[in-house]
C-alpha cells in the first residue's frame, strides 16, 4: 500500500480499524474514509499549537468536495459541517444534517481521500423550552446518520436557560462525540460576550461532568457577508479564553466569511481557537462570483453580485439563479436560499463545470489551512491522538472542578439573576 498523507500507512490502517465511532461503522461498514469525531480533531489542532481546524459549512455538494480534496493536499485534518437554519428540518441548503456525511463518506471513497474528517451539526439552535423538548427526539437521529459532533446552540436564550438546555439535552449526546456550546447571539458588534457569562457555562456544565471541546462566542463577528471592516474582537476572544483555561475548552471562531486573513492569523496565533466556521465565502466561491482576498462576495455599482466568466456555475445557469432571486424578492444577504431550488441543476451541468466549481473552493481552503490557519499537517497528529486512546474516544480534556452542589437548578436560575450583561438588540439573528 502507498504511503497516505496521514503518516505510516499502517497508522491509518489501525486509525480506520479503530478511530471510527459505532454510528459511523454502522452507516458505513465497508467505507475506507476516516471519519471521527469531532474531539480528534480539537485534540490535533492543540498538538500543533496555534493551529485551527476549518469547518467547512457544506451548503452544496461542491464544497464538500472542494474542502475535502483541499484538506488532503494540506495534509489537514478537517471538519465539515451545516447549521439547523441551513440544513434542519427547515432547511435551505439540500445537504443537510441527515445526509451530510453520506455525502463525505462518499466523496472520501471515491477521491481516496485519507485525511481525518468530523462530521459536525453545528448551530444546533434551540429558542425556547418547545425547542428543547423536540431535540430530544431530534438529536438522536443526527448521531443514527453519521454525525460525529454536534454544537448546541441555546444563545438565543436568557443564561440560566442556556445552561440548562446544554444540561438536560447532554444524556442525548454519545460521550464520544465532539461537544460544542455558545454564548451570545451573533450579532456583530452588538451584545457582546463577556467573561462572566462564559465562566458561568463552563463552569456550570463542568460541575455536571460536562467537559466542552469548544464555546463559540459573540465577538464581534457576524455570519453571511461582512459590510463592516469591524470584524472579530481578538482581545476580547482572549480575555475569555484566558479566562476559562482551567477548563481546558478551546474557542470556536463563527463568521469567518469576511475577515482578513491578517486577523484570522492574530486569532490563531493569540487564541486559544482550534474551529473557524466557513460557509457564505464558500458558497459564493463555489457559484463563481468575485470575491477578494478574504472570501467577501463583491458588488458591482447597483448592489449585484459580479459573476466571474467561465468559473463556478455557468452564465446560464446564474442569470437563471439571479433570476428566481430576484422574483422572491431577496437581496443579496438571502441568496444562500438559492442553495436548496438550484442543488440539483447545479449537479446537472457538464463534467468540466461541476469540476471546475469545486477546484475553485479546493483552491480557497487550501490557502487558508496553509497560509492562514496554521493547520497543514495535522492530519497524523489527530491519527496519532486515535492510536493514542486506542479508540474512537478521546476521553474529556478536563476534569470536574466545580462543586455540583452549588450548582442545583435552582442556584443556576439565582446566578444568572446576577450576571451583567448586553444581550444587545432584539430580533432573529441568523445562526
Sequence with gaps: MAETNTGHPADFEKALQIGRPPNVVKCFPNSRALIVSGKFIDRAMLAKGGAIAIAANGRNSFVIRGALQAAQRANAALIIEIAKSEGGGNAYCAVNYWNMARIVDAVCNELGITIPVAIHADHYGLKSDQDVAAAKIEIPSLFEAGITSIAIDASHMPDDKNLLANLELNSFIPKWAGLETEIGEIKGKEGLSTVEEALFLIQGLNAHDIFPDWIALNNGTTHGIEASDKGIQVDLTTQIHDALKSYKVSGAQHGTSGNSSDRLREIASKTRSTKANVATALQMISWGLEVNDFGNAQLDDQGNFIKVKDQGASETLWSEMVAYAQEQGWQAGNFKKLNLPFENKLLGQTKEIRLRMAKRVEI????????????????????????????????????????????????????????????????????
Design 364 to 431: 480557497f481552503i487550501y490557502n487558508m489551512l496553509v497560509n492562514v490557519l496554521n493547520a497543514e499537517n495535522t492530519a497524523p497528529l489527530a491519527v496519532a491522538a486515535i492510536l493514542d486512546a486506542g479508540s474512537y474516544d478521546s476521553g474529556p480534556k478536563a476534569e470536574r472542578i466545580e462543586d455540583p452542589a452549588r450548582w442545583t437548578t435552582d442556584q443556576i436560575i439565582e446566578r444568572a439573576a446576577a450576571i451583567q450583561s448586553d444581550k444587545g438588540p432584539e430580533g432573529d439573528f441568523d445562526d
